[in-house]
């Protein structure tokens, strides 16, 4: 599972690894570039006009959606709190990801950093995943176009593909101790093209486990909340008015 992750915001990072020319005016996602379901980020995909054969188009385009699939039906984007991330056991048949998946509608997540809860403590700790060369990390996903049924609008959605994580050296100490342990499916560099490129029928042949060796994990834990102002009780003296001279 991944309900949070950071967005990579290094440009240098996404030309390099996809090969994209990034308009000069290019800004990463607002917010602090921590990603939550519903919020707009980036993915990358095939242009539309390279089936065309025209050499002149790129290889990959850099476009943005909100995070969480979002199908037909839904009404808005609280949709996404259900569809942020794809079981690859049941993508096929689940109505909200089974149209993308046979098209197939294939996408990569460019990520500087993924979070899950470290639950080994006691407590839930936050615990930030990045690769260990500090390379992007290109999580497998599908996309899919979106209508508002309000304002008329088109806008793109996406989703992270998920595996079981039974077996996996960290993953599988993550969430609850009784919760099923799942992680995204991160992609190597060499599939990248493959991966976007493959029909329906070899779709699962990418969903594997990613090394845990070539993973870093640290805890980041959030910070502290600020103590509530206590109110005053009825023997407590009135607040001292500040002084108008």
């Known amino acids: ?18 090969g994209i020319t990034l308009p000069p005016n290019w800004e990463p996602p607002p917010g602090g570039l921590h990603i939550y379901p519903s919020h707009m980020a980036p993915f990358i995909r095939r242009p539309r006009e390279r089936e065309s054969g025209d050499e ?29 991330n794809a079981r690859t056991e049941t993508v096929a048949t689940k109505a909200s990801y089974k149209a993308a998946w046979a098209k197939p ?38 996309w899919w176009p979106w209508k508002d049924p309000k304002t008329g609008a088109w806008a793109d959605s996406f989703t992270m593909l998920t595996i079981n994580a039974a077996n996996h050296p960290q993953f599988m100490h993550m969430h609850r101790p009784e919760d099923e342990k799942r992680m995204v499916v991160i992609l190597p560099e060499a599939q990248y093209g493959e991966w976007l490129d493959a029909p329906a029928q070899r779709s699962m042949d990418f969903m594997n486990p990613f090394p845990a060796e070539r993973l870093a994990m640290a805890p980041e834990p959030l910070p502290p909340k600020e103590p509530k102002a206590k109110a005053p009780g009825p023997k407590d003296p009135p607040p001292e008015q500040p002084s108008l001279f």
């Open 1 to 18: 599972m991944c309900s949070h992750y950071q967005a990579e915001k290094r440009r240098k990072q996404i030309e390099k690894h996809f």
């Open 56 to 84: 002149a188009v790129p290889a990959f385009e850099l476009s943005e959606g909100h995070f969480g699939m979002l199908p037909s039906w839904a009404e808005d984007t609280k949709y996404c709190k259900n569809t942020y």
């Open 105 to 142: 509608r294939h996408c990569i997540v460019p990520c500087q950093a993924i979070y899950e809860p470290d639950w080994r403590p006691g407590t839930p700790v936050p615990t930030r995943f990045t690769r260990g060369d500090d390379e992007t990390l290109g999580v497998a996903g599908l």
